[in-house]
């Protein structure tokens, strides 16, 4: 059947090094894993390393031109709509190194959520329709309901459970909160492994093949 339209898709995005600023005067280029997916629209700057099998789904902002470096893990998922930012000069240490923002292995951010540095999210963690995560570390495994706020410093003990709107922004809230229900986990697993899939099946859907540099030939 003719397409009497044009062309279905337009595989669009921009990769770029940071723009030199006082802060910030060094440009660095994105450093992205073969088997990582951008979609279109996706927009990433600066010292931004993603690793392997993480999908990066359409309107994702990635822009380390203020606080940097970023570092995604493999098998990650940021669906549609997600954005990456953090302030200059504020970071977490991890493994002896400090990052603006470090997120583990297997983190899914859901559509719409926002993640601004210092933070560390650590390795299965869910993070919610539009959720806040800015200035905390986050344990292994928490789970963060669609709406919820995690700032002011604070650091969830693994498994931890926010709740739908909640605001946890002192430590004491924090230490209070609950363990992971077993549906919500089980939920969690079930985001995880559909988005695993996604890195492959969008590049053989689109026909494209990827360099090391993230960009499409």
């Not at 583990?104 to 959720?131: N, Q």
């Not at 077993?182 to 093949?209: D, H, W």
Request: charged fraction near 20%; aromatic fraction near 12%; proline fraction near 8%.
């Amino acid at each position: 059947m003719t397409n009497l339209y044009g062309p279905y898709n337009i595989y669009s995005y921009f990769i770029g090094s940071n723009p030199p600023t006082s802060f910030n005067p060094n440009p660095i280029f994105p450093k992205i894993k073969r088997t990582a997916f951008l979609s279109p629209f996706t927009y990433v700057v600066g010292d931004v390393s993603i690793g392997e099998n993480t999908y990066i789904g359409p309107f994702v902002s990635i822009r380390a031109d203020e606080g940097s470096p970023f570092y995604i893990g493999e098998d990650c998922n940021l669906q549609d709509g997600v954005i990456l930012h953090g302030l200059k000069n504020k970071y977490v240490e991890v493994y002896g190194k400090h990052f603006s923002i470090y997120m583990g292995p297997r983190v899914s951010c859901a559509h719409g959520s926002l993640i601004h540095g210092p933070c560390e999210i650590g390795t299965d963690v869910f993070v919610g329709f539009k959720a806040i995560v800015y200035n905390t570390q986050i344990g292994e495994g928490c789970f963060i309901s669609p709406n919820a706020v995690v700032t002011g410093g604070v650091k969830l003990k693994p498994h931890s459970f926010v709740p739908p709107g909640a605001n946890i922004d002192t430590q004491a809230k924090a230490d209070r909160l609950s363990k992971v229900p077993k549906n919500e986990e089980e939920f969690a697993k079930e985001v995880q492994r559909v988005n695993r899939e996604f890195p492959l099946t969008y590049s053989i859907f689109f026909g494209k093949t990827k360099c090391s540099c993230g960009l499409t030939h």
